[in-house]
């Protein structure tokens, strides 16, 4: 899976996942900067649109880094919160794919 999968799937977000998206690839160690450099405008572009974050958005955002916060989380997510969510988990796994067998393969 490369990084051009992901640009893709932006499209197939709605303005308020790719905001929270946003949110959480902005500050997030696991995945290469410049993946978020080039993943950054397409997501501020999606998310023009979007409302202000409410409680359950940023409840999704920190649930992301902690498994035991975030089987209870997933109780309560939207569509919007999901699709944010798996995005950024399969763009992590597809950062550490490619750490694991070299930036060249990226």
Known sequence: MDLDFHVHKIDALTPKAAKIAL??????P???TEWI???????????????????TDWMTM????????RRFAERFEN???RH???????????SQ??????????
């Not at 572009?45 to 202000?52: F, L, Q, W, Y």
């Not at 794919?97 to 990226?106: I, L």
């Open 37 to 55: 450099m080039a993943l950054r405008p397409a997501l501020v572009g999606r998310s023009v649109d979007s409302e202000g974050f409410r409680s």
């Open 62 to 69: 920190a649930a992301i880094e902690r498994p035991t916060m």
């Open 97 to 106: 794919q490619v750490h694991r067998r070299g930036p060249e393969s990226a």
């Open 30 to 32: 696991r995945i290469p």
């Open 23 to 28: 949110r959480m690839l902005d500050g997030d």
């Open 79 to 81: 569509k919007e919160q």
């Open 84 to 94: 944010a969510r798996l995005w950024v988990l399969s763009l992590r796994k597809a």
